[in-house]
């Protein structure tokens, strides 16, 4: 079974720092690749961070240069540094995990991905 499992979310001021944290097994971590979403109220689901098919890392275009994310292979852990935090950041983030052998459409079409976590909310105050 897969579980992802995310954290660190909070409320911050403008220009603040979070780093979330998508925590999964052994399994998980080298059958899957892992990205993060968000969602704020009334709005789609979009794409923050994911892997295309090739394995490469993208960043969506309102959080590139902002947004960093790195992974701790031993601790099968997926890290979203989010540095320099506007308003419109608010959202409830999300992973995501789609299957490596699988070919999707996008890093960030939702519909390639099977299994999400909880979410954990980040509030991001002017």
């Known amino acids: ?26 399994y998980t971590w080298t059958t899957y690749y892992i990205a993060w979403f968000r969602q704020a109220p009334g709005k789609e689901r979009e794409g923050v961070a994911g ?6 890392l993208r ?11 790195s992974q701790d292979n031993a601790k099968n852990t997926l890290y979203l540094e989010m540095n320099s935090l506007k308003p419109e950041d608010t959202a409830m983030y999300y992973c995501a995990a789609k299957e490596k052998l699988k070919y999707g459409l996008s890093w960030s079409n939702i519909y390639d991905y ?9 509030t991001v105050s002017s």
């Open 51 to 56: 892997f295309d098919n090739k394995g490469s």
């Open 59 to 69: 960043y969506g275009n309102s959080v590139k240069g902002r947004f960093t994310v």
């Open 114 to 122: 099977d299994y999400w976590g909880q979410g954990t909310q980040v």
């Open 1 to 26: 079974q897969v579980q992802l499992v995310e954290s660190g979310g909070g409320s911050v001021q403008a220009g603040g720092s979070l780093r979330l944290s998508c925590a999964t097994s052994a």
